[in-house]
Each structure stands twice: as C-alpha cells, then as structure tokens.
C-alpha cells in the first residue's frame, strides 16, 4: 500500500511542462555567468532626486528590479543598465523578456553606438504576481533625450546595441518589485515558435498497470523545438534522461525498467 501511494504522488509531480527559449543571446543570466550580472545603478539622484534602486538575485535564483520611487526635489525615476558590447545581436531582431510585475508600467531601454547619448525604449505593463512574457522588436523602439521623444535618429540596429536597462519613470510615488526569470536576445520567430510549444498542456503520463516498472509519456511535438526528458532526485538538480526532435506528431515514450521509485521526471521543451 505504501509503495502504490508514492507512485500516485510520483505520478503527480511529473506533469509538470517546462518551456525555453536557446539559440538566442543570454542577456541576463545568472546561473552560468557571473560576470553577466553587473548591472549598474542610475538613479534620480545625479539631479538631486531620492529614489532609490538596485538589482539583487532571489533564492529561486531570478533577478529583482526593486526600490523606491521618489518625487522629492522633482525627481522621479530609477533604473539600472547593463553593459552588451562584448555580445553580437547582429542576427537578432528583438528582446524577449520573462517577468513578474507589480503592476506599475515599465520600460526597457537600449543604447546605440550611433547615438550614444539618447536612450531608445519600449514600454511593457505589468499585473502583480503574474508570470509573463513579452517580445520587443528593435525596429519598434523609440529613441528619446531627457524623455523627450527625437524623430531625426536612425531605427535602432542589433549591430549597434550596446547597453539594455530597465527603468521606471510612472510618476506614481512609493515602492517597486520587478522580478525578472530571463532577458535574452532573439527573432520574432523563436519566440512565436515559443508561444507555440508553450500551448503543449496534452502531456498524459500512464503507469502500466501490467508492469509496474514501466512509465509512459504522451505529448504532443511542435516542429523546430527539442524535448529533453529530465530526471530529478530532489527536484533542483535535473540531468537530462533522453531527447527527441519534435516533429509536429504525438509522441508516445516508455520509461522502462531502469526508473527509481522515488525520480521525478519533467519534459523541457527547448528552442533549437
């Protein structure tokens, strides 16, 4: 009785459908890169202001965009930037964002080496406690001086990028929390291949009843991603089990024999 309980709770977790975006250029990643996480604080404070903010890592090992919005002494914005010179975004067409807001409006910023003392920006909404994404194509990309918008400046290029940062400027006083999960450079059509695969939820996972050591996994595949079977003892450290191409089909796989009782187990769709 008490191994068939655990396998129901085994069966339970497993469900669970994970969706990322490769062969993009990593603007934000903490988890391999170290040196990737200097972001630089500039706040109202260089023209007397009092807001404050800074950019710290979380224990689920995101990144927080947070502080205080001032208006005192006329001032009303905070914002940290990232330095991207050592990145090629030539082949990219925008930025791909994964977040959780408070609902404040925020934008995200970019500097040009054509025209390196304007900021060009998009704006993006938040919905508190909500997970999620957006795209931001370049060619859409305002440039701007002192929150002055400026026609006369060329479309922002890839091959000309060379600083992002986020930036809030709502004019609304009082505490922020922005929580970034990825920042990556990408083309429009991996990240719709992505909204694509990130609408796979027919995952059916079946214990064979006639062989209790035998587990099976149905999904369906959308042509242009990989699926890594993962396998996980404690549910952070995950070492890939299989891959398989996807194709556009239903995929019918067996876990055979060799599984432990007590794995758990996760499909990783991945962007080639």
Request: proline share 1%; charged share 25%.
């Amino acid at each position: 009785m008490v191994c068939f309980v655990m396998k129901i709770l085994f069966l339970s977790l497993i469900t669970f459908f994970l969706i990322n975006i490769s062969a993009s250029v990593q603007i934000l990643d903490i988890k391999n890169d170290s040196n990737n996480y200097k972001w630089t604080t500039v706040n109202d404070t260089v023209m007397g202001g009092r807001s404050s903010s800074r950019l710290e890592t979380s224990p689920s090992s995101t990144s927080v965009f947070k502080g205080y919005l001032s208006l005192a002494n006329n001032g009303g914005f905070a914002s940290v930037r990232h330095n991207v010179r050592n990145k090629n975004l030539s082949n990219e067409s925008g930025f791909y964002l994964k977040y959780k807001g408070d609902g404040r409006t925020y934008q995200f910023r970019v500097r040009s080496k054509r025209a390196s003392w304007a900021d060009y920006y998009q704006e993006f909404e938040t919905v508190k406690d909500k997970e999620m994404t957006i795209f931001l194509p370049f060619q859409d990309f305002k440039p701007s001086w002192r929150g002055l918008n400026i026609r006369m400046l060329p479309t922002l290029n890839g091959s000309d990028i060379t600083e992002v940062g986020l930036f809030l400027g709502d004019k609304k006083q009082g505490n922020f929390k922005l929580e970034i999960s990825e920042i990556k450079a990408t083309t429009n059509e991996l990240y719709q291949n992505y909204l694509a695969a990130s609408e796979l939820t027919e995952t059916k996972i079946i214990r064979n009843f006639n062989n209790s050591n035998e587990l099976e996994l149905r999904f369906k595949t959308t042509a242009g991603c990989n699926y890594l079977i993962e396998n996980s003892l404690n549910l952070k450290d995950w070492k890939i089990y299989d891959q398989i191409e996807g194709s556009g089909n239903n995929v019918k796989y067996i876990i055979e024999n060799n599984f432990n009782k007590n794995d758990f187990y996760r499909i990783r769709a991945v962007i080639n």
